[in-house]
């Protein structure tokens, strides 16, 4: 069993930087992968970054080469930092897990679910 509570969401001018943080709780935090999705008002939640056991990490063509995932196993935490933030990545970010070492793009894959944080970002 994993808990997941996510933090650091608020509010940013476009062009700024947010880090989010989700902590988790379990004894097995290494085991899982990881992933972050977002949910716009009226759009389906989407996948944004993933970072499996290993290590590797994925992301949506959108967020690449302005979002980083990394985890610290020791701290039971994984992060996304968010730079150069547009209106378009306003959304409840979530943080999500599965055990094993694949990191899926598809919700149903994902067993663990955080309550999600506000990012607005604005123009």
């Known amino acids: 069993q994993v808990q997941l509570v996510e933090s650091g969401g608020g509010l940013v001018q476009a062009g700024g930087s947010l880090r989010l943080s989700c902590a988790a709780s379990g004894r097995t935090f290494s085991w899982y992968s990881l992933g972050w999705f977002r949910q716009a008002p009226g759009k389906e939640r989407e996948f944004v970054a993933g970072i499996s056991v290993r290590q590797s990490s994925y992301y949506v063509d959108s967020v690449k080469g302005r979002f980083s995932i990394s985890r610290d196993n020791a701290k039971n935490m994984v992060y996304l930092q968010m730079n150069s933030l547009k209106p378009e990545d306003t959304a409840v970010y979530y943080c999500?897990?599965?055990?094993?070492?694949?990191?899926?793009?598809?919700?149903?894959?994902?067993?663990?679910w955080g309550q999600g944080t506000q990012v607005t970002v604005s123009s």
């Open positions: 999500a897990a599965v055990n094993g070492n694949t990191v899926y793009s598809q919700t149903a894959q994902y067993n663990y």
